[in-house]
């Protein structure tokens, strides 16, 4: 989803695996045997439940076209139909699909990045009559719904002659208010002392920026990147009102129009679902601990 | 630069250096906030101002904008199918926030201890909402498919002789849809509630403890009392969730069967970019943006009243 994040306050951050520091008498909270048989149990159970999905995805795709509905439900491909992933390259247009859904994801964090993170040190660390006013119109905006206000900014991009091009998912999605305040809660954390030092020394503020910032802020840049990647990776409404052209569909696109023309190909359509999850589980699996700060940080993205 | 010396004749040189300065550091702060206040100003802000002006015209792809006044609005009074959206985002919302929370909620308390492979648990709860709603909706559906679904296999293996039919029924597409929205989101809140649950202090549960308080009494006044930040941010985002709900729905079941899950984003989406109606589908806009904003702004006034 592009604009359509909510926000408020901001949270501390934790971490998924709780740092050592945190291992004081807060963490100590041991649980007699009984109570850790039937937390177990419970968590195994949310866990099968919150990853079922994922697994007859999988599954299916591994599967013959006629084995998915099966009577009864078999859980594993009897003989995994491994050309299932060969086939999808030759029936649809995955590989244009993926090309566009990278280039857009790509210039779209870059650009945010920079965009977000430039503001946010403007609204942190620097001073300049309205700031705090402006700061609070980018936090009220992240709590106006997107599809509020689609309508006006499709018409306005149709008049400047950016729908069905790439460019319009990356003007629509290049200046988050999310980013700027996502990065101003980190920015936040940093010692004032440390810029007015630098003053001090006679850096100048784009100085202070590039040079003790911006190297601080690498956790922050990481859990901003990853967010933004996945979220353009993801997106379905911004492409569906701006890409009507074939070729820019991006994969969540033409995964949704191979799944109404092949709509008997369960098989081949779980296979272009795994190809579409792939790349932002590998994401998500290396970068899942600054996922989880970003997330605790700003409280919002969705 | 030039020294003060108070009342003598270079004070007001030292006075233009010094505002000249100031708004230098001024033209710096502006500078770094620029860039990104074009695009934020020109395709968010802009949008947002401009959607009430053009709620109040007759505006369609080719004509121009003719100002009708409140037309669009007694319109709306009429029409059916906006009613349906109406109700059908408030049905959706009154069973995905209170379970959303719930449940996150539950599984922020049961993953919020010493035990062996939490991360691998927290890591699955949170892995749905990264992923892509088009990949999830379409895996749910096959789940729910009618008479052959795994999920319909498994409640007939329970005993369930008539199962529900899902996607494809009117009555039961909504709690389909809000199954997925719900099993979708919570690993999300569930995070909110960990960083929160971060904040309370061990030694007032230790005080409690010691007080003889049973698990009950102490998540009731302690863990929830400390929560309360945590609990008013994530009621507001899940209201305000739940109040845009779209994605999920169009790919799962677009809206069907029938009206059943219409609801009010769709129905902007059909009337704006599918009828190309600007100004009608406008006018629902504001509908949509004056429900997210009352609703926050009580709120947050419920919260402001319990907090003083």
Redesign the interface.
Known sequence: ?T??H????P????S??PPPA?TG???????PVAG?VV??T??VV??A???L??F??LS?SLKTNSS??????SWLPDVPQWRNYAEIWRVSDMLVWLKNTIFLSAVVTVLQL???S??A???AK????G?NL?FL??IG?I??????????????MSEIGLTNTPWSIV??Q????F??FLMRQYYATIPDELCEAARVDGL???GI?FRIILPLSVPALASLTLLTF?TT??D??GP??YLRDPDLWT??LG??SF?SEYNAE?AL??TG??L??AP??VV??LG?RY??QG??TS??K? | MSTTTVGGPRAGGADRARRWHRAR?????????L??????G???????V??FA?SFTNWNVFGKAKWVGLDNFTRLLKDTSFHRALLNTLYYSALHIPLTFALSLG?AL??????RGV??????????????????A???N??F?K????IN??LG?FGVADPPGWTASSSWSMPAVIIVGV?R?M??YM??F???L??VP?ELHEAARIDGANAWQRFRNVTLPCLR??T??VT??LT??S??V??LI??MTDGGPGQSTLV??QY??QK??VENR?GY??AI??V??AL??VV?AVQFAVNRRRNG
Not at chain 1, 6 to 9: C, E, R
Not at chain 2, 35 to 40: A, D, H, I
């Open positions: 989803m604009a359509s909510t926000t408020l306050a949270v501390p951050p934790t998924v695996e945190a008498p807060r963490r100590a909270k041991r649980l850790k937390g177990y419970v968590l949310a866990a439940a919150l990853l999905p994922f007859w995805m299916s998915i509905f099966a009577v009864p439900v920079f965009t977000g430039f503001a040190y403007g609204f620097t001073r300049f009559p700031r402006l119109v980018y905006t709590a106006v719904p997107w599809q509020a206000y689609m309508i006006p900014q499709f018409i306005m003007a629509l290049a200046f988050s208010a980013g700027v100048s503020e784009y920026y996945v990776w993801n379905y409404l569906l009102i994969i969540q995964l949704k799944v369960h359509i779980m679902s795994v579409s999850v932002v589980a998500f699996l899942q996922f989880v997330i605790a409280g919002m969705g | 550091r001024s033209l710096h702060g502006v500078s770094f906030v860039p990104n206040f074009l695009g934020f020109l395709l968010t802000l802009g949008p947002v401009a959607l053009i599984l049961l993953l919020d201890r010493k035990l991360a691998f648990f927290r890591t699955a709860a949170f892995f749905p909402y990264v992923t892509s709603i088009v990949a999830i379409i895996a749910w096959l789940l498919s008479d052959f679904g795994p296999q498994v293996f099993w989101e690993g999300y995070l909110l960990l960083a929160g971060q904040t061990p930040p945590t008013f941010f507001v985002m305000i969730g109040f845009k779209f994605d169009l790919v009010l984003s902007i989406y704006g970019l600007f589908a406008s806009s504001v949509l943006f997210c904003m926050t």
